[in-house]
């Protein structure tokens, strides 16, 4: 970290307390390497006040559904430092494409729930929820692979 302001340093309990999120929540997103601090000569976690709005975005993220490691993948490709107004429109633009096809497979999901509930076994033979790719129904209903031998081979794969 270049020499700061104290203004500008805050401690992990501050971050914290100014974020919402947990002490352990700020521990975890640093070992995933969502977030970044320093360290005192103490071993002391510092952080620039910067870190505040990615910790938002985060939250941001994860409230929609999007999994950590995604979130990842999207943080390191912004510039260290202060995130701007700019990058933020970026990443939600890509984001927004993400949750838009989240939001169709939902859709789905929701109105073709209904015709499988009734099979119990999801082993339907075009089942396009659980298994839209189910050779094993053409074998009739029930769990298939207890039955035969796990060793067999199996056309299509597995």
């Known amino acids: 970290m270049t020499y700061l302001k104290s203004s500008q340093i805050l401690t992990v309990g501050e971050v914290a307390k100014r974020s919402g999120v947990p002490v352990s929540t700020l521990h975890f997103y640093e070992t995933k390497g969502l977030i970044e601090s320093s360290r005192t000569a103490g071993n002391q976690r510092r952080y620039t006040r910067s870190i505040l709005r990615r910790i938002a975005i985060i939250r941001i993220a994860q409230r929609a559904g999007l999994p950590l490691s ?73 769990a298939r692979r207890l039955i035969n031998d796990r060793n067999e081979a199996r056309p299509g794969g597995s």
């Open 70 to 142: 995604v979130i990842k993948d999207y943080l390191d490709k912004l510039p260290d430092g202060p995130i701007k107004a700019k990058d933020w429109r970026e990443l939600s633009q890509e984001w927004r494409v993400i949750l838009d096809d989240r939001i169709t497979s939902l859709l789905q999901l929701r109105d073709q729930m209904e015709g499988c509930i009734g099979c119990g076994c999801l082993s339907l033979k075009e089942c396009p929820l659980r298994n839209p790719d189910d050779f094993l129904a053409e074998e009739g209903p029930g």
